[in-house]
């Protein structure tokens, strides 16, 4: 049953925002990690190499006050260093591989994942995201039976990686701060006989302004109309915590007092 209010609410409090992406900024604490293995005919070894990584990701959240779910829209890193990889087959030679430009990036932008819900904790979990990896490098040595190699690598020929991203979100004074973890693996061809597999985890430290969103244009269409009154005495009618406009727990006439309060002045 719906609560009433005990007193009259001051009016004007702006409640919490509607979904809208956000665009986040990876930060110091963002890498890349890398495990790799060289499998040859005369036998395999086997490194890894780590890298700053920076870029941008895209989320979407229900409630950027107390956001229950989360939607991913896009991505993209890119390494601040060269990743080396030295693979050594003892007396059967030796494989460098250099790869000074590489990047991660959402394979279907446009088609977001999710939404996914974050937990209590504000944990979340996407389960399959399909990640395509560019750039490349060079693969340089010699292989008994094989000969000298000097080899250029593709990363596209790796593609597409179906990953898992896990992390946490919250949102504190106006801020959406985002952590997680990018894992992925695949493999490709350097040569006929020669085949790299790599592994490894993206760790993701990002953090991006939450949107400001005028709560008279309720459907977000840039317009201030009847629609916008019809949706939200919808939102209001079914108690959604985003019709909550004196942010007091109870659904009744100040709140809607507030929204037409709101919407009779429009937006900016």
């Known amino acids: 049953m719906r609560r009433t209010c005990a007193s009259i609410v001051v009016l004007g409090f702006v409640g919490a925002v509607h979904a809208e992406p956000v665009e986040l900024t990876l930060g110091s604490g963002s890498n890349i990690s890398v495990n790799a293995t060289l499998s040859t005919p005369v036998g395999s070894d086997s490194d890894n190499d780590s890298s700053p990584i920076t870029g941008t990701m895209t989320v979407e959240l229900d409630d950027y006050g107390n956001p229950a779910n989360i939607t991913l829209h896009d991505f993209g890193v ?7 990889l030295v693979f050594d087959l003892g007396f059967f030679g030796s494989i460098d591989v250099n790869i000074p430009s590489a990047s991660a990036a959402y394979a279907t932008p446009g088609t977001p994942t999710g939404p996914v819900i974050v937990e209590g ?8 995201v399909i990640t395509n990896l560019n750039g490349g490098g060079t693969a340089t040595g010699s ?3 094989i000969g000298a190699i000097n080899e250029t690598i593709d990363l596209n020929d790796f593609n597409p990686f179906v990953t898992d991203f896990a992390g946490s ?4 004074d106006g801020v959406v701060a985002l952590a997680g973890t990018i ?4 493999s490709g061809e350097v040569l006929t006989g020669v085949t790299l597999s790599m592994s490894g985890t993206l ?4 953090t991006g302004d939450a949107p400001v969103s005028c709560v008279a244009d309720w459907n977000n269409d840039s317009n201030v109309d009847f629609f916008d009154v019809q949706q939200y005495l919808g939102a209001f009618s079914a108690m959604d915590p985003a019709a909550d406009l004196v942010d007091d727990d109870v659904f009744n006439f100040f709140d809607v007092q507030t ?4 919407f009779s002045i429009g937006c900016p």
């Open 78 to 84: 890119a390494v601040g260093q060269s990743l080396d």
């Open 169 to 172: 979100v919250s949102v504190t």
């Open 121 to 128: 904790d504000t944990s979340f979990y996407f389960p399959s």
């Open 259 to 262: 929204f037409l309060g709101l």
């Open 183 to 186: 894992a992925f693996e695949g």
């Open 203 to 206: 760790t993701i430290d990002a």
């Open 143 to 145: 292989i008994f039976a």
